[in-house]
């Protein structure tokens, strides 16, 4: 009966504005409760929230403020509103720890940061914050059967972070900004050591570094030209068959011609 009541009462609402702003200003909170549960069975997820709210901040340590926390959070999450469900759901897991639905709250939560995550070439702080929320997941609970997945989320996140650190290098390049391409690329190999761009990336450390070297001021020139011919070798020997071998053999030449040069005082 008590079913079919709340059925009853959440179609009555959905069909009558005047009577859900009733309850909203009602000071019937049992009436408030049972209206958002119909509301949010009904997929109502806007107008339960408004409900909720007030169930929560009445009885933020009750029952049924900790339903109506959840539900606020998962009827965000529902209406793909990701920024305020992952505040609600990751609150959530704090405000209850010991609650059954804490950890599917914190994962919801990552998720939400997942969701949020834009696209390589825009601003990577959402997709930074996105894994650490994931591995915050992972730590907390290292045996939930949600771990695989958040691995495979991690490492599709961080794919994203590899491109738009391989663009950014290649934009160095591409605009003759020599010591920042040296210096990006060195930091993408460091950070990124079994990257499947390896190849390309050496070769773009050892033309930026070469161009930097022949381009260098005198007091430098000497460092920068030693620097560029171990880059090279490093690159040579790791990919011999590479398609850049006859272009880096001629900036060995010029970089050795050089070298040799300041070697001799001229």
Do not use: W
Not at 69 to 81: A, L, P
């Amino acid at each position: 009966m008590k079913g079919i009541l709340l059925f009853l009462v959440g179609l009555t609402l959905l069909s009558s504005c005047n009577g859900y702003n009733k309850v909203i200003k009602s000071d019937d909170y049992t009436l408030k409760f049972e209206t958002a549960n119909a509301l949010y069975d009904e997929e109502s997820y806007t107008r339960s929230i408004v409900l909720y709210e007030q169930i929560y901040q009445r009885y933020p340590k009750t029952n049924q403020g900790e339903v109506a926390y959840y539900r606020i959070g998962k009827s965000y999450y529902n209406v793909e509103d990701y920024y305020m469900a992952g505040y609600y759901l990751g609150a959530y897991s704090t405000r209850f720890p010991f609650s059954p639905k804490a950890e599917e709250a914190l994962f919801l939560s990552a998720m939400c940061s997942v969701q949020n995550s834009p696209e390589p070439s825009l601003d990577p702080n959402d997709t930074e914050l996105a894994i650490r929320d994931l591995q915050s997941f992972i730590d907390r609970y290292p045996n939930s059967t949600l771990v695989d997945s958040c691995n495979q989320t991690i490492d599709k996140l961080r794919y994203k972070l590899e491109i738009k650190d391989f663009e950014a290098l290649k934009h160095y390049s591409k605009t003759e900004y020599y010591r920042a391409a040296v210096v990006s690329a060195n930091s993408f190999l460091e950070s990124y050591p079994l990257t499947a761009f390896k190849e390309e990336v050496m070769y773009l450390l050892v033309k930026n570094s070469y161009l930097l070297a022949i381009n260098s001021v005198q007091v430098k020139k000497k460092e920068r030209i030693e620097e560029s011919i171990q880059r090279y070798r490093t690159f040579v020997t790791e990919f011999a068959q590479t398609e850049y071998k006859r272009e880096v053999d001629t900036y060995r030449d010029d970089l050795e011609k050089a070298l040799q040069k300041i070697n001799q005082g001229k």
